[in-house]
């Protein structure tokens, strides 16, 4: 069974720095692309970084560019995503996503998600 779990959110003060992470079970990361999606409350869900399987091609949104950081550990089945300068516009759920093919995780299409992590930043 795949199985993708977030973990890493909490409570953080605007311009603080926070690191969640995705651990995978079921599935060897390896082979995937991966990206980070966030929903904030009452919006819709927002493409956020993505990674290549081999971590060397990376993408950003705009608005967390120069900011967060995406990599992964393909030998600990592990994804990251390092938020730096935190401000209350980034309070959403976080979720990784997974999939083959790199133009399907940026544009969050099909692939396996995780269940989300909350990260909340106040002002």
């Known amino acids: 069974q795949v199985q993708l779990v977030s973990s890493g959110g909490g409570l953080v003060q605007a311009g603080e720095s926070l690191n969640v992470s995705c651990a995978a079970s079921?599935?060897?990361?390896?082979?995937?692309?991966l990206a980070w999606w966030r929903q904030a409350p009452g919006k819709d869900r927002e493409f956020v970084a993505a990674?290549?399987?081999?971590?060397?091609?990376?993408m950003y949104s705009d608005s967390v560019k120069g900011r967060f950081t995406i990599s992964r550990d393909n030998d600990k089945n592990l994804l990251y995503l390092q938020m730096n300068s935190l401000t209350p516009e980034d309070t959403a759920i976080y979720y990784c996503?997974?999939?083959?093919?790199?133009?399907?995780?940026?544009?969050?299409?099909?692939?396996?998600w995780g269940q989300g992590t909350q990260v909340t930043v106040s002002s």
């Open positions: 079921g599935m060897p990361l390896s082979t995937y692309a």
């Open positions: 990674i290549t399987w081999s971590g060397g091609s990376t």
């Open positions: 996503v997974a999939e083959e093919a790199y133009s399907m995780v940026v544009k969050g299409l099909g692939g396996y």
